[in-house]
């Protein structure tokens, strides 16, 4: 990489340092020019991390005779840690070992400072330690120290000094093999943990996430502590591992290494995480593109997550290994059928099990589901099921007895862990060839925070939670609704299938479709049950976007989405689908609103279909139904029928259609003791377990309220996810807001933010202002155009504005603060979001309440355009 003396005609002595550093700071840019060139053509990156290791090993070197010379005597200097394997990547620190007795180091101690800093300036961040072998024992209590000087490679130092530094970190001495084994195996859990213990997450750390680099280097130094071994494939001649684990392994190591050495480049720093700030520049430097449905970026990540998901699979196994080979073998627990327990892990007692056959592999999966005690699959068993994979056919390609067996499963107790099992395995890709194709498969987007089969399985786990009969606080009905399944496995074939075709071109909802039909056909449903299923899967998004794009008050809304659905069998499918559809797209998707909302259109469904079709309650007869239980509710409460009466006047008919009587009753109480004239605020939680708050005003009317409530709901760290705006008798509003914390300093105190929002309205409005605020930098990167649409509401007399906009934080207070300066007044308001995208819509009118004339849309347009794009100017073409 560098000649054998690139500056040797540098001054000697400390004056000529600065030029030496100049002089070999500009060799090793030219050195890493040619290596980035080399990546860029695809060089074998592993040949790549070692050159640059060597070319700095001659660096040091260098530095090192240069600044200690002849004082260097006593002295040994070692290459520690990633540096010390060998590689290095191109922002990667260089850790060093001084290694000398204590009388050494004080003698030499302004030498090594001139040497670090000379590094340095070279352009070597080097971190560096200096020890003598007593010290080194001590500081190696501390295992990552320890697991540092493991792989300790001599750049200057002889064969005593060697010796000394092995004896100083010898089993004898500090960390014996079992016991390094278990601290090692115990720190990769909490690091799994700690990452959610999922490598499928938006931005992966590619060194230290799950199925990332570390793992790899973990089971290396397991094999280093406890055979002595410095690489993974030594331990197929020991037996440990098979030759294609091993080739496997090498594969995913080389995978992973190239991103991470790309992902140096493009960071133009040590940055270790997939941020998004990098993926489409790195998805462009590797020489992925765009096609049709998938974005280079996609098919990048894609790549990592399966490489990933092999590195924790096979991990996994030698994991189990390692920990035989240090507790040894037990009798094994026979179970019967060919299978036993071995040290609590199931395993075949056959060594050429499964022989091929799809009927003993399906055996093995209705064991484990029979068998609640097992830890896992024995390492023996996991290979020789993944030595299996490629062989195992189609489901279209076997008898129908083996399809038989595979809906066995699906029946049987335990059959939705049984699904998460084959598809860890690779099982289920293979067996449904579609899921292979979304093994991995991300969306760019902040939405899906999994990859599309871990969101498949997160789905199938939501499914077990309503299968377990316990309620469960955050689905308030599931638990109700389940037993009335007639075939469960119907709701995990639809689970399964529902996102299956992603990625694939046209509507993933109805090729999934397709693909169920033809599954449930081939595997003998009849013709009822397989119309469900794929009816769900085509249907699976209808009644989250009618719950949160539509008012489901509206009695034609419910009409609509009822004839859909068409029967309460399936409604009760469809409700479950899309409960843990939501809840498994994302842990912070799922919340007590979106879990009203829901409940609330299921409760509206089912009436109107005991109802009849044909025959849809009058609005009229609603309110009244609404009248009388919200009545027998307040006289649960204390309240005679004169003060019940006193307070339905005050309060609109309107809210009677759109409000649960719940809510109604607790606002008619609340509004008891308020005088003409005052303002009502009231804030409770949703559900006593939730963060998710309800916020009602009562208020004379005023322009500007709307925006001084939201703007204040902001300002205290507040997301609004529904907003209803209704107009009282004598000019009064009942505004009705369900919020959840959106930001970190978010009071979730019920009495402080009524206290706020009271302080607020009781000033004067034009002084509430939006909050400056600075939006995350994931979301820079998914912006969009925003689209803006009027439509005109002739029988309201209104303009309803249609929003869909990118997200940021603040973006509805800027919002309500542009309709403000307009001199607009918001009617009505429904809020949704959507990972980065907001979809809101207003009922509008001015300050005559009248409909928006074109002059005023386009003036509203304008000042929209500018509140959304802040380097927009007025009068830019949108």
Known sequence: MLPASPIADTPAGPSGDGEWAAAAREQLAQADARLHRRFDQGDNIERLLALRARAADQLIRQAWQRCLGEDACGLALFAVGGYGRGELFPRSDIDLLVLADEATQCRCEESLARLFALLWDAGLPASHAVRSPGQCTEAAADQSVFTALMEARPLCADDAAQKALQLAISPARVWPAREFFLAKREELQARHQRFGDTADNLEPDLKDGPGGLRDLNTLGWMALRAFGVRDLEALVGLGHLGLDEAAALGRERRQLARLRFGLHLVAGRPEERLRFDYQKALAQRLGFEDCGESLAVEKMMQGFYRSAAVVRRISDRLLQRFEEQFDGEVQPQP??????????????????????????????????????????LHSLTARAVAEMLDEIPAYTEVEPAVRERFMALMRAPGGIDTLARMARLG??????????????????????????????????????????????????????????????????????????????????????????????????????????????????????????????????????????????????????????????????????WKDR?????????????????????????????????????????????????????????????????????????????????????????????????????????????????????????????????????????????????????????????????????????????????????????????????????????????????????????????????????????RIATFGERVEDQFQLTDKRDLPLTETSRQALREALLVCLDPDRKPGDTP
Not at 505 to 517: F, I, K, N, Q, Y
Not at 522 to 548: C, F, N
């Open 335 to 376: 179970l019967g059928g060919g299978f036993s327990l071995r040290r609590g892990y199931l395993a075949a007692d056959d060594a050429d099990w499964p022989h091929g056959d799809m009927a003993r592999l399906f055996e093995l999966f209705a064991m484990w589901a029979a068998t609640p005690q097992v830890r896992g």
């Open 427 to 592: 099982v289920l890709g293979q067996w449904i060839p579609a899921f292979a194709q979304v093994s991995g498969r991300m969306q760019f987007d902040l939405f899906h925070v999994y990859t599309v089969d871990q969101h498949t399985l997160m789905v199938l786990r939501n499914i077990a939670t309503f299968a377990s009969g316990r309620a469960d606080e955050r689905f308030s009905i599931a638990h109700e609704v389940w037993p009335r399944l007639r075939k469960p496995e119907l709701l995990l074939l639809a689970g399964l299938f529902h996102d299956i075709a992603k990625g694939r071109g046209g509507d993933h909802s109805e090729l999934g479709a397709v693909d169920a039909r033809q599954f449930c056909q081939a595997h003998g449903l009849s013709v009822a049950d397989t119309d469900l299923v794929s009816w769900l899967v085509e249907q699976h998004l209808r009644m989250s976007v009618t719950a949160q794009k539509q008012d489901i008050s509206d009695p034609d809304v419910i009409h609509a989405f009822a004839t859909l659905v068409g029967s309460r069998e399936r409604l009760d499918y469809l409700y479950l689908l899309t409960c843990a559809d939501i809840a498994g797209t994302s842990p912070k998707l799922w919340n007590a």
């Open 597 to 829: 909302l829901l409940a609330d259109l299921y409760f509206a469904t089912r009436r109107a279909l005991r109802q009849g079709l044909e025959n849809p309650t009058p609005a009229d007869e609603l309110v009244q139904e609404a009248r009388d239980s919200v009545r027998a509710q307040l006289h649960g409460r204390g309240l005679d029928d004169a003060t019940i009466d006193r307070q339905f006047v005050h309060m609109p008919d309107e809210g009677f259609l759109r409000f649960r009587p719940e809510q109604l009753a607790w606002q008619a109480e609340a509004l008891v003791d308020v005088r003409p004239g005052d303002t009502l605020v009231k804030v409770r939680r949703i559900t006593a377990d939730s963060d998710a708050l309800e916020v009602f005003v009562h208020s004379p009317d005023r322009d500007g309220l709307f925006a001084a409530i939201v703007m204040t709901l902001d300002r205290k760290g507040f997301g609004i996810h529904r907003a209803r705006v209704l107009d009282g008798p004598v000019g009064t509003i009942f505004d009705t807001f369900e919020v959840i914390p959106a930001d970190s300093f978010a009071d979730g105190d019920p009495a402080r933010l009524e206290q706020a929002l009271r302080q607020a309205l009781s000033g004067d409005l034009e002084q509430v202002r939006p909050a400056r605020r600075v939006a995350p930098r994931q979301l820079r990167h998914f912006r969009f155009a925003p689209r803006i649409d009027f439509i005109d509401n002739a029988a309201q007399g209104r303009t309803l504005l249609n929003l869909v906009a990118p997200d940021r934080p603040g973006l509805l207070a800027d919002v309500a603060h542009v309709l403000r300066c307009q001199h607009l007044r918001v009617q009505d308001a």
